[in-house]
């Protein structure tokens, strides 16, 4: 998967964040999909900066900036889950699928920009 794929699958779950907010227009599920979105979006451009950083500050910033949107995703995601298990709506649970699957691929890639950068001390 490149990265464009990957930018591809994000965009595809903002969408899907924005149809969560119209399941509820009343602005009950607003707030929650304004911070995925905006997290979503930073998290693949902390990726892009992962990918091009040259030094060991520019690699841990982008580290920590990358970590702190996926934390805002994951407690979105798991808020929306506990709150679907009483009655559950397949969108939400479809959802959620989908976002903590794009959470696995991102966290995969950056575990493999991380070897590829970091010497193993071997």
Do not use: W
Request: proline share 2%; hydrophobic share 40%; net charge negative.
């Amino acid at each position: 998967m490149t990265v464009a794929d990957l930018h591809q699958l994000n965009v595809k779950f903002q969408k899907g964040a924005v149809q969560l907010s119209e399941l509820i227009p009343s602005g009950g599920l607003t707030h929650a999909t304004s911070v995925i979105i905006r997290s979503s979006q930073f998290l693949h451009s902390y990726l892009e900066k992962l990918i091009q950083a040259e030094t060991e500050t520019q690699l841990g910033d982008a580290v920590e900036r990358v970590e702190d949107n996926m934390d805002e995703i994951i407690f979105i995601l798991d808020q929306l889950d506990i709150a679907n298990k009483k009655e559950p709506i397949s969108i939400i649970e479809d959802f959620l699928k989908e976002g903590y699957d794009l959470l696995s691929i991102y966290s995969a890639c950056i575990n493999q920009v991380m070897n590829e950068k970091i010497p193993s001390e071997e």
